[in-house]
Structures are given as C-alpha cells and as structure tokens.
C-alpha cells in the first residue's frame, strides 16, 4: 500500500496576525510556524497503516525553503520518504491541487491524506478539488476510518450527524480531529530524520483562479456593557437588553 | 444568470439555502437567477421561488437519493454548463463544502469558500472571506469566467417576496458513483449544526465537570439554542463530542448571540465566534480575556447567574 500525505505549513493558532506592507498578505516576521493541526490527524493516521498494513509512506508539501521544517518532522514522526514543491506563496486552492494531482498522477498512491481545512487560507477545499482532478473518491472530514484491500468505510461529520461514506480505492481521505490521537517525535526519530533526504521538485504555478486583493484586520468591536448587582440582577439586566437591544428575546 | 444549488430537508428547503437563494437574488439585479435541486424525493422545491429563484430546476433520479461527492458534483457541473451559469452559488453546509470543490477542479473555476460577503465588480463575483478562522478578512477577485462561492450559513439576510417561478428538469447523469453516504447516524431529533444555530451558549474550563453542562443544555433549550464548548472543556475528557468545539481548532460559528459561560478567552477560541453578533461572557474572573470581546459581560459565579438566567428567559417568554 503506498499513502500520500500532504502537509501545510501555518502560523500557530495561538499567533496574533498581522497585516503585511503589502495589503493583501500577513506579516510573516516573529510568527511560529506548525503543521497544520488537521494534517497531523492525516500523517497520523498513515503512520498507522505505516504499522498495521505495512504502507509506504510519503509525506509532501508545497512552498519555500522553510515548508521543509514539517517534512523533516513528517520524517521524524515515521514518513517513508518527503517531497517539496518549491515555490512562492500560492493563495489558489486549485493551483495547490492541480500541483499535488500532477506529482500523484501515475505514481499509485492507495490513499492521498489530507487535514480536511488547513489553518491559515481555511480553505477546505484542496484535498476534494485533489480527488477530482485525480478522478478519485473521496471521503471529506473524516473522524473514523476502516480500510480494507479495496476499499474505504468512513465516518465524516455531516450537518445532520455522521454520515458513512463508503468507496473504493484508491481514495482521497481528508482528516478531522478526533480522528486519531497524533505521536510526539522521539530523539531517534529527529535524528534518523537528519540524514533522510528531502527531494526538491521545481514547480511552476500558472494561471491562479483566484487572488486576494486586499486582507485587513476585522473591525473591533464595539466597547461592552458590563451588568452588576446579584446574580439575579444580572439576569435581569441581560434578559432586558437581549430583549431591547439585540431582539433575541 | 446566478445559479444556486440548493438543498431540501423534511420536505422544506434548508435555511442556508434560503439564504443563499436571498443574496443571489441581490446580486442578480434584473439577471436570472436558478435555484438547483439534485436528489430523488424533491418535495417542497417551489418555495425557492419566493426567495427571489426565476427558474427552479430539477436533476432527479433514484441513483441520487443517498449523497454522493462526485455525483452531486457531476450534476451541478452539468447544470452549470446547460444553463450557461456565470456565477454559482452554494451554502457552505456540510454539503455544499464538500461538493463545490469538486465543480471547480472539474470546470477550471475559482472558488471562493464559507465567504461572509457578496459583490458583482466589473462584470464579476467579488467576495470577503475570513481567513485564520476570523482573525483577518480578506477581499478576493475572479481571474475565472466561471466564479464559484460558498456561504457562511447564518450571515446573509433573509429576503423573501412572494412569487411563482417556472419548474424545469435537466437529466441525472449516469448512476455510476464513486463514494456515497450509506448511512447516517442522527444527532438528537431537531439538534442544529453549531455553524447553523442561531443561538449558541457554550461552557469552557469554568463549568469544572461534565455534569454541569445540563445547566447550559437548559439554557439553551430555553432559547432555542445549542451548546458548544472551548477546546478546554473538550480536551478535559468530559465526553464532549469533537464536533461541538468552538474555536480556531474547531467550528468557526456566527449565531446571532453567543453566551460564553466560564471561557476564558483564549486566542483559537476568540478566532471562532468573532462572527457573532452579540457576545455574553460570564465569568468569574474580571481580568478574562473574554470580556475585551463581550457585549455584555457578567462578572460572577456561572452556577449563580446561569440558572437565574434561564428563569428570566423563561418568564420574560410567558
């Protein structure tokens, strides 16, 4: 069996954002970088059939130089093999899936995993665009999943519970929490992953669909009122102003 | 035209939907808009029309009474080509966010998704969409003739005026299906998404057990409203689903008013509900983060002031 796993580089979720000279980007300066939270159930989840099935993994990302730092992790955690895409800061959920779908295509991968929304673009939409262009199934934000020879069983969250989707494979699966619990990197993994080489593709990124002219801060909000007495004052207050003002009641 | 793909539940059509059926309706000016249904038990489909919808057009067949990714996909695709669609519309519902990508890659179209905000600018769909879960907004442009976007439910206004529109069928594509929902697995009968409710009041660290929780479920049945809760309350093992977490890490909600019982505010958390219009923070802790945010902010016990809150909710009803 051989997975693909494809991991995105985001600021950590902790981070306050600012905005770039620019107008329509962040200011990357004194952020921390992580993998994005939903890719870690993705990698998680290959690593395991790493274990109970013998996969093949290969972990993939796509950016600059620094996008190698979870790679290197991807490898530390247990990943076969890493790739980068090498280029610019890319916005386009569909430039990012037809360069993933052009590496994949011909290569037989089983599964390609990915985190169901990364934290950053909050796109959500790379790894189905993904399975499109491949001409493959998919099952979107999964929290479990059952794999045979053949085929896929998963649970995802729908907005009227869980819903099973069942398919053959090869497969897109896109990972949601609860999914699995991700490993921490032990001291040999870090260092096995030193000397594992990351292969470098050049990747040429034409004719973006989409492109973000402006990102700004949200306004802030208004100054809030602040209810005193007894707690049965406060209910009161509150009763009369979600009746009055907001009209909720 | 503005095509809008729609969905029907329990024999109506869903809010979201209506809500997206509303804003096309802004958008068109005096362009068509359609309003698309794809499934086999299409009851209750006329209504769109008095939610601005010209056209209300059918793709039925049995091979689509379960939900399929690629089927559903294929369908819309089809329809967009047929009616010669410039701009497609979808509700970022489960649904809507797991097909739309799938019509984009197929037709070559941008795709703009769970966006907050809809203008035409030169000709083109122009959209506002959070971005690091609501910490930054950004404006995006079309380089596509063809421009797709998803909607955030609970953002766009209702608009309804009463009308009748035409009814027509396009063909079901062929059955063949790649992955399909084979079964689904309900929450409570009447339980809203979080991303839907309108009303949603959620506890944090603060409510200090499972158990009272049952305190916020009150308040929120007497509201109308659903429960969430903070990343902390849910990584405290409390058997608090996943699926209810708030936050950057988890549902990015924008109710109409979010009570917040014993949260105390952290960043990924105050990410997640930025989009909400009125913010109610009980917390005992003056200093709390959360009260930057909060509409209305009650400095005090949450076991003291929830339940006296759900008792004047109660009687200002009657």
């Known amino acids: 069996m051989k997975i693909l796993v494809a991991l995105k580089q985001v600021p950590d979720t902790e981070s306050k954002i600012k905005i770039a000279d620019s107008g329509c980007a962040i200011d990357q300066a004194d952020l921390k970088w992580i993998t994005s939270p939903n890719d870690e159930y993705a990698l998680e989840e290959a690593l395991r059939l790493k274990e109970t099935r013998s996969a093949e993994v290969t972990a993939i990302s796509i950016g600059g130089e620094k996008a190698k730092d979870v790679l290197r992790n991807a490898l530390a955690l247990g990943a076969d093999s890493a790739v980068l895409l090498k280029t610019d800061a890319v916005d386009d959920p569909l430039l990012i899936a037809r360069a993933l779908a052009a590496f994949a295509d011909g290569k037989n991968f089983d599964i390609l995993f990915f985190g169901h929304k990364c934290y950053g673009n909050d796109n959500g939409s790379v790894g189905a665009m993904t399975a499109e262009l491949l001409k493959l199934p998919q099952a979107h934000v999964v929290t479990k999943l059952e794999i045979s020879d053949t085929a896929f069983r998963a649970e995802r969250e729908g907005d009227a519970g869980i819903e099973i989707m069942e398919g053959s494979l090869p497969t897109v699966i896109t990972a949601q929490r609860g999914l699995n619990e991700p490993r921490y990197a032990n001291l040999k993994g870090i260092m096995a992953a030193k000397k594992k080489p990351i292969e470098e593709v050049d990747c040429a990124l034409a004719d973006a669909t989409i492109k973000i002219t402006t990102l700004a801060l949200p306004a802030p909000r208004a100054e809030g009122k602040r209810l005193d007495g007894d707690p049965v004052a406060q209910a009161a207050s509150l009763v009369a102003l979600l009746h009055n003002e907001a009209k909720v009641i | ?318």
């Open chain 2, 1 to 318: 035209m503005i095509l809008v793909f729609c969905e029907i539940k329990d024999g109506s059509i869903r809010k979201p939907s209506l809500e997206v059926l509303s804003e096309a309706r802004r958008l068109a000016g005096s362009d068509p808009v359609a309003a698309l249904f794809v499934g086999d038990n299409l009851i209750g489909i006329e209504n769109a029309a008095n939610y601005g919808a010209d056209t209300i057009i059918k793709i039925q067949s049995p091979a689509l009474a379960a939900y399929s990714s690629d089927l559903f996909a294929n369908a819309i695709a089809d329809a967009v080509i047929a009616k010669g669609a410039k701009i497609l519309l979808l509700s970022a519902t489960s649904i809507g966010k797991d097909t739309a990508p799938r019509v984009a890659a197929r037709l070559g179209a941008g795709l703009a998704a769970d966006v907050t905000t809809l203008c035409i600018k030169n000709g083109r769909l122009q959209a506002v969409r959070p971005m690091y879960a609501g910490k930054a907004n950004a404006t995006v442009d079309f380089n596509t003739d063809l421009q797709i976007a998803t909607t955030r439910p609970n953002v766009f206004a209702l608009a309804s005026v009463p009308k009748a529109g035409t009814v027509e069928t396009l063909p079901a594509p062929n059955g063949d299906f790649k992955s399909i929902v084979k079964e689904i697995i309900a929450k409570g009968s009447g339980k809203l998404d979080l991303t839907e409710a309108d009303v949603i009041v959620a506890g944090g660290r603060g409510m200090k057990d499972e158990a009272s929780f049952k305190l916020l479920e009150e308040l929120a049945e007497t509201m109308g409203g659903v429960v969430g809760a903070s990343r902390a309350a849910v990584d405290a093992g409390w058997n608090i689903p996943h699926s209810a977490q708030v936050g950057q890490t988890g549902k990015v909600v924008s109710p109409t008013l979010y009570i917040a019982c014993g949260i105390s505010g952290a960043i990924q958390h105050v990410a997640g509900i930025t989009g909400s219009k009125f913010i109610v923070a009980i917390n005992k802790d003056p200093e709390a983060p959360i009260f930057k945010l909060a509409d209305y902010s009650i400095v005090g016990d949450l076991f003291e002031v929830v339940p006296e809150l759900t008792k004047a909710v109660k009687a200002a009803k009657v």
